[in-house]
Nanobody, 125 residues
């Protein structure tokens, strides 16, 4: 069974950095990405990458601060988060698309049919 497992969350002060990892037990041919959900808010897309190549995608709120990357040999997705701010506090989820999906954007949650359990990121002042 295909699984996604996140790690790397934690608590940092504003301005600090964290790197999240997502290890996949299966191979995904389409998009892989990171979403986050803060208490009382909807889950929102943070960044995504197409496994076949091309430039990554970022939410405006994290551009210039976060970097998504993938190590295909290790079947692992990363999210390097720099200059963290309290507004970045959320549960971060790894997501992957295993089947074709037409008509939606990279940040459409319906595109992703596999999700990890999440890893908590807390940024304090």
């Amino acid at each position: 069974q295909t699984r996604l497992m996140e790690s790397g969350g934690g608590s940092v002060q504003a301005g600090g950095s964290l790197r999240l990892s997502c290890t996949a037990s299966g191979y995904f041919r389409h998009f892989m990405g990171w979403f986050r959900q803060a208490p009382g808010r909807e889950r929102e897309a943070v960044a995504a990458i197409y496994t076949g190549g091309g430039s990554p995608y970022y939410a405006d709120s994290v551009k210039g601060r976060f970097t998504i990357s993938r190590d295909s040999a290790k079947n692992t997705l990363y999210l390097q988060m720099n200059s963290l701010q309290p507004d970045d506090t959320a549960m971060y989820f790894c997501a992957a698309q295993s089947r074709p999906f037409y008509g939606g954007t990279w940040f459409d949650r319906r595109r992703y049919d596999h999700w990890g359990q999440g890893t908590q990121v807390t940024v304090s002042f």
